[in-house]
């Protein structure tokens, strides 16, 4: 095993090598036992997890974080001061009809302050968890449709998000983000008893609960959002069963849900600069379009996609778009651990080793300037 890996390395670094006059590849870490993901803020990693335990990073140093499961999800408050870790209980440990997760919240020097445990309901679907800046922790639940918040471990407010007329047991896809002291929460309406799906909410709710807003969205379906630097971009779709039609919508929303702007493409991934100059958005495997948010101007990238599928989307402070490739039957066959890094702008792109079992390596991160991303066993810097 040791030496398939040597091989694998070596290979790697070839190829790397081979591309050293376009890129420039520099690794800031390197671990013994295979990365499954790894969380960062500004490029620079703090956690990742293996099949067999939960990380720390600290300053190259790394740390076996005993006291959490290497199955937990970690997340960050938007100013990476806080930490979420959630961790979903096993199908075996279900009582009473109830799948149970733990939350444990954790300070910027990994000290843990308080942990919640909270039940789902019977058809035992995770509840949807985000933490603020100032320690909050936010948990809905995308079955009854209910919010709940925590401060300091204590239940402070709960509250029903939207209220329906039927009985409310269908699943619905919910984003969720703390925005200062506002939680901001999209969701879905599916349809009941085969009716077509109402549009999506837009919901803003004060710290303690007392104070909600709500407006519709033009789109039934959420894809994705982004909410940074004081500006809230979503992008969704409807979809037409007779006429078996997809109707995308990118739209740029008021703090209060009113839309701003629309722009009719599918935006299967957002993501804004650390500076909120540029706004880059996956609209196929084979465009992205670049808003230059101060001179109000869009760029439309075109590229061959050459077979293969885009993911990953990431852009600097200077309009810098990358992306990573793999191929269009990567994740079906997973017969090779190879993906690419594809800088669209330019047509350059370098060869990476990822392992196609764990999704959530397949992120590119930016400190602003420079491009970011852990392998299966590296932390990788990518330069143009």
Known sequence: M???????????????LGHALALQIDSQVTLREAAKSWVSIAGHPLYYTSSNSLYMIDNQS???????????NIS?????????ISLLHNLDEIKDGQRYSDYYILDDQNELLYSVNRGTASDLKPL?????NS??????????????????????????????DGPMSKERSILMQWVDAQCYVLLERPGLNG??????????????????????????????KVFQNQRFFISGYDYNAAEEQMLPMIVEVSPQGKVLWNNENFGHELTLSANGAYLAILSSHEFIQLFNLDSKRVSEIHFNNENKVCLGLSVNNQGEVAVIRVAADFFAKRN???????????????????DPRFPALFQVQTDGDRFYIGTNYEWLEITQ
């Open 2 to 16: 040791n030496s398939m890996r040597r091989m694998i390395l070596i290979g790697l670094q070839t190829l790397l």
């Open 62 to 72: 790394i740390r076996k974080m005993l006291a959490y499961s290497s199955q937990a």
């Open 135 to 164: 320690g909050l922790l936010a948990l809905a639940d995308p079955v009854k449709a209910m919010i709940y918040i925590y401060e300091a471990g204590n239940l402070v407010a709960e509250g029903q998000l939207y209220e329906d």
């Open 76 to 84: 960050l408050s938007p100013n990476g001061e806080y930490r979420l």
């Open 336 to 354: 090779t651990h190879f993906s690419q890094i594809f800088f669209p702008q330019t047509a350059r792109n370098v060869d990476i080793q990822i």
């Open 195 to 224: 009716s077509p799906a109402g549009k999506s909410l837009f919901i803003r709710i004060s710290a303690d609960g007392r104070e909600q807003m709500t407006s519709y969205l033009p789109f039934s379906r959420l894809l994705d």
């Open 128 to 132: 949807v968890a985000a933490i603020s």
